[in-house]
């Protein structure tokens, strides 16, 4: 069982990578363009952090990382500076 703050960065056993690529093709281009500023960073990152790396507004940021959360393609985790902010990173299989 995941905590408010913390979910689990490993995707579930029954997604592969194929499958997950497969639903990151069918999101839309906001979802995209959040994974690939992840793909680009070592370093969880919080939306804000995301947002102002893209032209997409955060309430867009915020809704592309969910479906992304959904799909097992992101994690989220609370901050280690401020335990109130979530940072997402790539699962582990995506890396």
Same mark, same amino acid.
């Given at each position: 069982?995941?905590?408010? =703050?913390?979910? =689990?960065?490993?995707?579930?056993? %029954?997604?592969?990578?194929? /499958?997950?690529?497969? =639903?990151? /093709?069918?999101?839309?281009?906001?979802? %995209? @363009?959040?994974?690939?500023?992840?793909?680009?960073?070592? %370093?969880?990152? %919080?939306?804000?952090?995301i947002a102002s790396r893209t032209p *997409?507004?955060?309430?867009?940021?915020?809704?592309?990382? =969910?479906? *992304?959360?959904?799909?097992?393609?992101?994690?989220? @985790?609370?901050?280690?500076? /401020?335990?109130?902010?979530?940072?997402?990173?790539?699962?582990?299989?995506?890396?």
């Open positions: 069982m995941t905590t408010r =703050h913390e979910e =689990h960065l490993t995707p579930s056993p %029954s997604s592969s990578m194929g /499958d997950e690529r497969q =639903h990151l /093709d069918e999101m839309p281009p906001s979802a %995209s @363009r959040v994974y690939g500023v992840l793909e680009q960073t070592d %370093s969880p990152l %919080s939306s804000t952090e *997409l507004a955060s309430r867009t940021v915020r809704n592309a990382l =969910h479906r *992304l959360r959904e799909a097992d393609l992101v994690g989220v @985790r609370a901050s280690i500076l /401020d335990p109130r902010k979530r940072q997402y990173e790539l699962t582990d299989t995506e890396r």
